[in-house]
């Protein structure tokens, strides 16, 4: 499952891919997982992704990510995300799910 991620300053975001074991998301489409890390001083180089290439870490390649659902999006069946990976963006202040396909 490849979970990408431009909130930068969220303790379980490694260069732009999510570390946490399970997450959250709202019936807005929110990332609830999320959790600021004051002391990160990280800028966001994908902004500037045609200028140079930003530093990603590896995808996380499992199955036992476990991605909770409330949206109601074509990718939430029963509550789960059955998407094979999602990407949060640093969308306004909220971690919003860019993958959120309304239904």
């Not at 909130?7 to 732009?16: A, E, L, R």
């Not at 966001?44 to 045609?50: N, R």
């Amino acid at each position: 499952m490849d979970i990408r991620c431009r909130k930068q300053k969220c303790k379980y975001n490694d260069h732009f891919t999510c570390k946490a074991k399970n997450i959250s998301v709202s019936k807005n489409a929110i990332c609830i997982r999320y959790e600021e890390d004051d002391d990160k001083d990280i800028i966001d180089t994908s902004k500037d992704i045609f200028n140079r290439t930003p530093i990603y870490s590896p995808q996380r390649d499992s199955k036992t990510i476990k991605i909770a659902c409330q949206a109601k999006c074509l990718l939430n069946k029963d509550g789960q995300c059955i998407a094979n990976g999602i990407t949060v963006n640093d969308y306004r202040k909220k971690p919003y799910c860019m993958t959120f396909i309304v239904k």
